[in-house]
């Protein structure tokens, strides 16, 4: 089956270590994304990729990195920078048509402790 | 800048009635596409249904359909004949057309309950 994969669904870490999410699509979709969730609010961008080994802050890429090596992965690494880390990540993959939509993994539920 | 407003934090509803979720946007590009996604508790992020801003006709998808006023900046999500299984966030986004924008912005969602 085709889809998007996120893996660990729930991940915890101590504070200042670094840690990778990872995001795995099967679609042959060009664009990925990542988006950080928190509680009672909308999507925020963290970090995108339109094609592969090449990729473009959002709005709230501090304290973020990622790499885009394979058109199918786009990992998301959380480093010690990021003050604010505990939240759900979602990340999403979408190919160039006339709608662009976006379809969105299961997410991974990151808690520092 | 875009911006998305979905005035609605919680709405309950019949089960078997049909429940209209607002959406106004904001947006400066002439060009543009309008998406409804449900996240159920579950967290995942599920497309509904999807809208553009140079469609002639109101976009519909079994029990979805997308009641657009381009005139007013709404879009609103039209969920007809509810069943429980349609508890869940909904949330109103908005993506310019412009090539190379293919960002969404969001708006805080609104929870839905259906009551048996």
């Known amino acids: 089956d085709g889809g998007i994969t996120q893996s660990p669904k729930y991940l915890f870490r101590k504070e200042g270590q670094n840690v990778t999410l990872s995001c795995e699509q099967n679609l042959n979709h060009d664009a990925m994304y990542w988006y950080r969730q928190d509680p009672g609010q909308g999507l925020r961008l963290i970090y995108y990729?339109?094609?592969?080994?090449?990729?473009q802050k959002g709005d709230i890429a501090e304290g973020y990195s990622v790499s885009r090596e394979k058109k199918e992965s786009f990992p998301l690494t959380v480093t010690s920078a990021q003050k604010n880390p505990t939240a759900f990540y979602l990340c999403?993959?979408?190919?160039?048509?006339?709608?662009?939509?976006?379809?969105f993994g299961p997410g991974t539920r990151l808690t520092v402790l | 800048a875009q911006k998305i407003t979905q005035t609605q934090p919680g709405m309950f509803v019949q089960e078997k009635e049909a429940v209209t979720l607002d959406c106004t946007y904001d947006?400066?590009?002439?060009?543009?596409?309008l998406f409804w996604y449900k996240q159920p508790s579950s967290g995942e992020m599920i497309f509904l249904i999807y809208?553009?801003?140079?469609?002639?006709q109101n976009a519909t998808e079994g029990r979805y359909s997308l009641n657009f006023q381009k005139a007013r900046k709404s879009a609103n999500l039209v969920i007809s004949a509810s069943q429980l299984g349609d508890s869940a966030m909904y949330f109103c986004a908005l993506r310019p057309s412009n090539f190379g924008n293919e960002k969404l912005t969001f708006g805080t969602g609104t929870r839905l309950t259906i009551i048996p």
């Open positions: 990729s339109q094609i592969v080994n090449d990729f």
């Open positions: 809208q553009g801003s140079y469609d002639q």
């Open positions: 947006t400066s590009d002439p060009s543009y596409g």
């Open positions: 999403a993959s979408s190919i160039e048509d006339n709608t662009d939509t976006q379809y």
